[in-house]
């Protein structure tokens, strides 16, 4: 799975350790979901996305 996270927090201009504070999660969560080394859960995915004001699928692609 490929994310678009790391584009969104420039854009939003959000570290890391920002955006995992905003989703309840630690860094290492972000990290990984950013290397595509770890499939989100429902929920996880929902409020990442949420952050940065957009729909799943335009911030998770499924390859």
């Known amino acids: 799975m490929k994310t678009r996270i790391k584009e969104l927090r420039a854009r939003y201009n959000l570290t890391q ?3 995992a504070k905003k989703v309840n999660v630690r860094r290492e969560t972000i990290v990984f979901l950013e290397k595509g080394k770890y499939m989100p859960s429902l929920k996880l ?14 911030v998770f692609i499924i390859d």
């Open 45 to 58: 995915a929902y409020d990442v996305s949420k952050v940065f004001e957009s729909k799943i699928e335009e």
């Open 17 to 19: 350790e920002d955006l």
